[in-house]
């Protein structure tokens, strides 16, 4: 099983910016497809947008034009760019490789008004 570690999360005011990260904990992993997910508190997972090892990009409506999902292959690390946030954007954003089922631990994005 492929062991995931995000990072870039942090605190950010209502029409910032993050960067997410995604990457393999142990060397000699390639990722191939990976999930972006988030999951606010009280509420269910919800898919954020996902990107092949080929580089096609897809997104949840609602993410569409502020959410940018890529990959650097040479470092194996997959990113997730997130502009103009807004508060309702507040959530634990966790990474997911589908072949392998494997999760991250999850980094957390607070979005203050």
């Known amino acids: 099983q492929v062991q995931l570690v995000e990072s870039g999360g942090g605190l950010v005011q209502a029409g910032g910016s993050l960067r997410l990260s995604c990457s393999a904990s142990?060397?000699?992993?390639?990722?191939?497809?990976i999930n972006w997910y988030r999951q606010a508190a009280g509420s269910h997972r919800e898919w954020v947008a996902a990107?092949?090892?080929?580089?096609?990009?897809t997104y949840a409506n609602s993410m569409k034009g502020r959410f940018t999902i890529s990959r650097n292959n040479a470092k194996n690390t997959v990113y997730l760019q997130m502009s103009s946030l807004k508060p309702d954007d507040t959530a634990v954003y966790y990474c997911?490789?589908?072949?392998?089922?494997?999760w991250g631990q999850g980094t957390q994005v607070t979005v203050s008004s």
């Open positions: 990107l092949s090892r080929g580089g096609l990009p």
């Open positions: 997911n490789d589908p072949l392998s089922a494997s």
């Open positions: 142990e060397s000699g992993v390639s990722l191939g497809v």
